[in-house]
């Protein structure tokens, strides 16, 4: 029962963040704000990321049952404050309060796992039910963003939440039990500047790789970087000599986790560049249309629950657990190939098979990474190791997205500039130069209105768009696909692990 609530949980915020991204647009249209688009998910997304080791780090002071209790009631409060919202900075600060219910339920919940089950045998085949969750929650989410934004107003997906958050309130505060791994003699102290300097690191680091791809190397950007980069050394320096340190420095002293956390880093990378920017190849480059689109991301989806649960029925019997990382991250490398080879032209039923792949790939991989270093880090660090894997995961995701965001702008923003000044077209520059008009099909068909009257061969240029979008996508994640396999090869670092029974990782020698 508590494993359910826990599930409802996880459920929360991957419906949230599927089922969200789908109505934006239409949100966009009636609050009329598109200056603050980005900052739909960038507010959300900056103060999640902050707060994720936060409380990742106070759930292994305190237990993590009150701080799971009190996510889902700011989680589920600030959905209801989205659905009122009736401008759209009023949207952003919500979605910046809801990020917060966000990270803690990431940086809390995902430990709790580990806490109901010690024998690291079964709490692996209790991670399916996790897994489960995210899958339904991933699968169903952009097909209910729709019908609800269609048929009830934009309002709706946020109140989705609430029915999911009682129901996963009643399950956690009924069956979760309260438990504590450090023990603390007299009043424990908060390490504040610690958290301070956490927020000042991951915040200058989420803006500066979010404003990336559209500002560039900027003055304005460099300041991020620096002010990121300073914030992470005074971070450094003040927890190595702090003696209630919220980020335990001797974690990352350690290779094994140390190995596991630049792995999650990774991951990260590869499959947030995957699943972004595959749809935008499909929709904007192949000229699918978006149910067909989605349909080819959905075994990538999906199978990373079927990933976790064959996972879980094989790595227990390996002498080396490592062997199942090796393959998760070979078939990250092939799906991620696959891609950058696929053509307008290739078989439907190909490309469906290097999505499944990667789906597969990833189940391989994000079980085994938590789970080992839930072993490796110790009762007393559990819940930040667990964090930190999750924050982690998603500072990669970020870093890929921007990276491969301004790798895939500037050269399809080259392409077409190239393909409109031969034609003497450049006055149409701005509207071809964002990617977005491939996929908007009547504002594609006023601007080869526009071509024609002029004339232009409008639908010569829009296909010159294509392949300079095409192009510029391959390029962009064959990077994704070189991250992949420079984690085949980072996998060798993490040294050979049994898993076998409640105690301490079997560490097997060279």
């Not at 209910?144 to 399950?171: A, D, E, H």
């Not at 007299?186 to 504040?192: A, E, P, V």
């Not at 300097?197 to 003055?219: C, D, N, R, T, Y």
């Not at 990538?300 to 976790?308: K, Q, R």
Request: positive net charge; proline residues 4%; glycine residues 10%.
């Amino acid at each position: 029962m508590a494993m359910l609530g826990v599930s409802f949980v996880t459920m929360l915020v991957a419906l949230d963040q599927t089922v969200v991204g789908t109505a934006l647009p239409t949100i966009v249209a009636e609050l009329k704000g598109f200056d603050l688009y980005a900052w739909v998910a960038t507010s959300y997304l900056l103060t999640s990321v902050i707060t994720v080791p936060i409380f990742g780090r106070l759930g292994d002071y305190y237990g993590r049952k009150p701080f799971v209790i009190a996510s889902i009631v700011v989680f589920t409060v600030a959905s209801v404050l989205c659905g009122l919202a009736n401008s759209m900075m009023f949207l952003v600060l919500a979605r910046g309060l809801q990020g917060i219910g966000g990270g803690m339920l990431v940086g809390t919940a995902f430990a709790c796992i580990a806490d109901l089950f010690p024998d690291n045998v079964v709490r692996l085949r209790w991670q399916v039910l996790m897994s489960s969750a995210f899958g339904i929650a991933n699968a169903v989410g952009p097909s209910l963003g729709g019908f609800l934004t269609q048929y009830y107003g934009w309002w709706s997906v946020f109140y989705v939440n609430l029915p999911v958050g009682v129901v996963s309130l009643f399950f956690v505060w009924r069956f979760l039990p309260h438990l504590r791994h450090v023990a603390h003699e007299g009043k424990m102290r908060l390490d504040f500047p610690g958290a301070v300097l956490i927020a000042v690191a991951l915040g200058a680091l989420q803006l500066f790789v979010e404003m990336l791809p559209k500002h560039g190397l900027s003055a304005e950007t460099a300041v991020l970087l620096v002010l990121s980069v300073a914030a992470s050394y005074a971070l450094w320096k003040w927890e190595k000599r702090c003696d209630y340190a919220i980020l335990p420095i001797d974690m990352f002293r350690n290779k094994a986790l140390a190995a596991l956390f630049t792995l999650s880093v990774l991951s990260g990378f590869a499959m947030f560049s995957l699943l972004f920017y595959a749809l935008l190849l499909f929709q904007g480059g192949f000229g699918m249309d978006p149910k067909d689109a989605g349909m080819m991301i959905t075994p990538l989806v999906v199978f990373i629950t079927i990933g976790s649960i064959v996972n879980g029925r094989i790595v227990t019997r390996l002498k080396n657990a490592n062997v199942m990382l090796f393959i998760g991250f070979t078939c990250i490398a092939i799906s991620c190939l696959g891609v950058v080879l696929s053509t307008r032209n290739m078989p439907r039923e190909l490309l469906l098979v290097f999505m499944l792949i990667g789906g597969l790939g990833l189940g391989f991989v994000m079980p085994n990474l938590t789970v080992f270093a839930q072993q490796m880090a110790g009762r007393a660090h559990l819940g930040i190791a667990t964090a930190l894997l999750q924050s982690l995961r998603m500072i990669g995701g970020m870093i890929g997205t921007a990276l491969t965001g301004t790798l895939v702008g500037h050269l399809y923003a080259s392409g077409v500039s190239l393909a409109l000044d031969k034609d003497h077209a450049m006055k149409w520059l701005g509207d071809l130069a964002d990617p977005q008009i491939l996929i908007n099909r009547d504002a594609q068909g006023t601007l080869l209105a526009e071509l024609a009257s002029a004339g232009h061969n409008g639908a010569a240029l829009v296909e010159s768009a294509r392949e300079s979008l095409v192009t510029a996508i391959h390029i962009g994640l064959a990077v994704a696909a070189l991250i992949a396999v420079v984690s085949v090869w980072q996998t060798r670092r993490v040294p050979p692990v049994r898993l076998k029974g409640p105690q301490e990782p079997v560490i097997l020698a060279e």
